[in-house]
């Protein structure tokens, strides 16, 4: 197994996300579609293929083809009804931090957030449900669409296999700090968010240290992906 220095992990982790965020940035000045499907759509092109690049070129040196089995070094099977249960408890303690911490940190950097999206086009606030209701009915549908299956599966997942798998698998430095210290790069890594970065890290802590101490990822995989449906749900049912 090649393991990864903590240069490396800092690298791997903050190209792939500077590299949508830019691009996001760039191309939203120019945007006549809702933000937040531009941002999905980039993250297609950009973010995932990167992530999943880094995992198949791993499997391929460690294992001879390209694969994700770097991804799951050093995981154990644990029967689907204590995965799901694990998933849903966390779940359920991440709704407690939303209801009760985010708002407290939504509050503290109200003004920050205020005066950033002040010098910027509207749509990058993707809370202004007034403006992404003024694009047509089909238009809405298909982000929500595309917003489901981007945020619910494919970049949850992808997520889970790339920071709880192959780069807490690979880093040097074992221990049972790391799935903690993997939760804070990868709250910090969500350039796009980062007013949010306390709740994402006391919500996301457990269920990575749940996953490395069970050697189990489909736990962190399920309750990332439970957490990004509230997301989608929440969305939908408020520009539909």
């Known amino acids: 197994m090649n393991k990864i220095d903590t240069k490396g992990l800092i690298l791997r982790i903050f190209i792939p996300t500077f590299v949508l965020s830019l691009s996001y940035l760039l191309l939203g000045n120019f945007c006549n579609i809702p933000h937040i499907l531009l941002f999905c759509i980039l993250g297609t092109v950009t973010l995932l293929p990167i992530e999943l690049g880094m995992i198949l070129s791993a499997s391929k040196k460690e294992y001879g083809a390209y694969s994700l089995k770097s991804a799951f070094a050093g995981q154990e099977k644990l029967p689907l009804w204590k995965i799901l249960i694990l998933a849903f408890v966390l779940f359920g303690?991440?709704?407690?931090?939303?209801?009760?911490?985010?708002?407290?940190?939504?509050?503290?950097?109200?003004?920050?957030?205020?005066?950033?999206?002040?010098?910027?086009?509207?749509?990058?606030?993707?809370?202004?449900?007034?403006?992404?209701?003024s694009f047509s009915k089909p238009i809405l549908i298909f982000t929500c669409t595309y917003y489901g299956i981007f945020n619910v599966l494919i970049a949850p997942i992808t997520e889970e296999l790339f920071f709880r798998g192959y780069l807490t698998s690979h880093y040097k430095k074992q221990g049972s700090f790391l799935p903690i210290f993997i939760t804070v790069l990868f709250s910090l890594y969500h350039f796009w968010l980062p007013f949010n970065n306390v709740f994402r890290i006391l919500a996301f802590g457990p269920a990575a240290y749940a996953a490395y101490k069970k050697k189990n990822l489909y736990i962190s995989i399920w309750?990332?992906?439970?957490?990004?449906?509230?997301?989608?749900v929440s969305f939908a049912a408020a520009i539909l």
């Open 93 to 133: 303690v991440a709704g407690l931090l939303s209801a009760f911490v985010a708002p407290i940190e939504n509050h503290i950097f109200a003004e920050t957030r205020t005066a950033l999206l002040n010098n910027l086009p509207t749509g990058f606030d993707w809370a202004n449900y007034e403006y992404v209701k």
């Open 223 to 232: 309750f990332h992906c439970l957490c990004n449906l509230f997301s989608v």
